[in-house]
């Protein structure tokens, strides 16, 4: 017997390339069960399905920082905290030290869709009951219908996951000037913030104030405490923006709206931003 749930989740969370960086990403989430009816004639309780399965995948990998096992670089645990050194790209550097919830380790040389997918099964797969034989996987990005991009942040005040100082979204943007779709405009601030990392102002540091990783001469640094604990990061300028503001969707769809009427004030501004799939905020200016 086979049961199914689409979208059963939504995977908030940024991966390590050695191209890319950290690379922020939205996968939804597909599940099928293959299994036995159990004694309510059921696989699974839809129940269960949403409360427990969706539970395990947060867990283990939503709003964290997934890393692969050939990076160029090095993660080593401190008991309470993990530290990351590396480097990608055209030789960028990013370095992080975090509460161990902020990382997952993925037992595979890439993180990707495949690799993820297997990490999730093998994980997934124990904590079930007996009568569920095997289970399917499918990650996918939301259907696009405007320009997109992958951004990583972490925001201190929150009480959630979400104070994880690099996770991220792959988010689409919508900017309309006077009623009408700006795909040009779009395309510029996607482009402008592809693989970026979405920085607050107030949570800068110089490098000698990093208290368990190193910057280098090119960095800029970060850190603050939140309720999970201390949390610290060291990133190329290039790959960096640092904004006068919470990186929050809401603050980010006001900054944006500023920006464009700043370069359009006679036009009326109407920014739609995205924090991953079927979520976001809106800003006139």
Same mark, same amino acid.
């Given at each position: 017997? =086979?049961?199914?749930?689409?979208?059963?989740?939504?995977?908030?969370?940024?991966?390590? $390339?050695?191209?890319?960086?950290?690379?922020?990403?939205?996968?939804?989430?597909?599940?099928?069960?293959?299994?036995?009816?159990?004694?309510? %004639?059921?696989?699974?309780?839809?129940?269960?399905?949403?409360?427990?399965?969706?539970?395990? =995948?947060?867990?283990?990998?939503?709003?964290?920082?997934?890393?692969?096992?050939?990076?160029?670089?090095?993660?080593?645990?401190?008991?309470?905290?993990?530290?990351?050194?590396?480097?990608?790209?055209?030789?960028?550097?990013?370095?992080?030290?975090?509460?161990?919830?902020?990382?997952?380790?993925?037992?595979?040389?890439?993180?990707?869709?495949?690799?993820?997918?297997?990490?999730?099964?093998?994980? =997934?797969?124990?904590?079930?009951?007996?009568?569920?034989?095997?289970?399917?996987?499918?990650?996918?990005?939301?259907? %696009?219908? %405007?320009?997109?991009?992958?951004?990583?942040?972490?925001?201190?005040?929150?009480?959630?996951? $979400?104070?994880?100082?690099?996770?991220?979204?792959?988010?689409?943007?919508?900017?309309?000037?006077?009623?009408?779709?700006?795909?040009?405009?779009?395309?510029?601030?996607?482009?402008?913030?592809?693989?970026?990392?979405?920085?607050?102002?107030?949570?800068?540091?110089?490098?000698?104030?990093?208290?368990?990783?190193?910057?280098?001469?090119?960095?800029?640094?970060?850190?603050?405490?939140?309720?999970?604990?201390?949390?610290?990061?060291?990133? %190329?300028?290039?790959?960096?923006?640092?904004?006068?503001?919470?990186?929050?969707?809401?603050?980010?769809?006001?900054?944006?709206?500023?920006?464009?009427?700043?370069?359009?004030?006679?036009?009326?501004?109407?920014?739609?931003?995205?924090?991953?799939?079927?979520?976001?905020?809106?800003?006139?200016?």
């Amino acid at each position: 017997m =086979i049961l199914f749930v689409n979208a059963l989740t939504v995977i908030d969370f940024s991966y390590l $390339c050695n191209k890319r960086g950290a690379v922020g990403e939205s996968w939804i989430v597909d599940l099928t069960l293959h299994g036995k009816l159990n004694e309510e %004639s059921m696989v699974l309780d839809f129940g269960l399905v949403k409360k427990q399965i969706k539970g395990i =995948i947060d867990q283990c990998i939503d709003h964290k920082l997934a890393i692969g096992n050939q990076i160029n670089g090095h993660v080593e645990n401190h008991g309470d905290y993990t530290t990351l050194d590396c480097t990608f790209g055209d030789d960028h550097h990013l370095a992080m030290s975090a509460p161990n919830q902020a990382f997952c380790l993925i037992d595979a040389d890439v993180v990707n869709e495949q690799s993820v997918m297997e990490f999730l099964i093998a994980t =997934i797969m124990p904590q079930l009951p007996s009568n569920i034989d095997k289970i399917e996987i499918e990650l996918k990005p939301e259907p %696009s219908k %405007s320009f997109y991009y992958h951004y990583s942040h972490g925001l201190k005040k929150h009480d959630g996951n $979400c104070q994880r100082i690099i996770h991220g979204h792959r988010s689409q943007i919508g900017i309309a000037l006077d009623g009408m779709a700006m795909p040009r405009l779009q395309k510029q601030w996607a482009d402008k913030w592809q693989d970026i990392y979405l920085a607050t102002a107030e949570d800068q540091i110089q490098a000698p104030q990093l208290q368990y990783i190193s910057g280098k001469e090119n960095d800029h640094c970060f850190a603050y405490t939140a309720a999970q604990g201390y949390f610290e990061m060291a990133i %190329s300028k290039e790959r960096c923006d640092i904004l006068p503001i919470d990186t929050t969707v809401e603050c980010i769809a006001g900054y944006l709206a500023e920006q464009v009427k700043a370069q359009h004030p006679d036009n009326d501004v109407k920014v739609t931003a995205y924090e991953g799939v079927g979520k976001g905020s809106i800003c006139y200016a």
